[in-house]
């Protein structure tokens, strides 16, 4: 099976909408992908990383965002914040498992 790593993470910052998903993803998947998003490997997703990753899904960023009467901008606001639990502005490999893992 070809694994979308852009549409698993996706998957996983879209709990809210796919929590069914996350049942298949496990947390060396997780790793792997937050690996993917860190591209300068420092081990944590900084809002950059993650607006990289975001408007690479510009279009599905722009129908969530529309579903949820944001902009662009604020959705992608809100939607690190959320993963970003403990409002450091970073996103640890652990802040993406618990958000996967949030809804089990
Ligand atoms: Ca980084
Ligand atoms: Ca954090």
């Known amino acids: ?12 910052l879209l709990l809210g909408a796919f929590s069914g998903c996350s049942l298949l993803i496990s947390d060396s998947m997780i790793k792997g992908i937050h690996q993917k998003m860190d591209t300068n490997h420092d081990g944590y997703i900084d809002y950059n990383e993650y607006l990289a ?3 690479s899904n510009m279009d599905d960023v722009k129908s969530e965002a529309k579903d949820r009467g944001m902009s662009v901008k604020e959705y992608q ?27 089990l």
């Open 53 to 55: 990753d975001s408007n």
């Open 77 to 103: 606001k809100w939607d690190f914040n959320r993963v970003d639990s403990n409002g450091d502005g970073k996103i640890t490999p652990q802040e993406l498992i618990n958000l996967a893992r949030k809804e």
């Open 1 to 12: 099976m070809k694994i979308d790593s852009k549409k698993i993470i996706f998957s996983i």
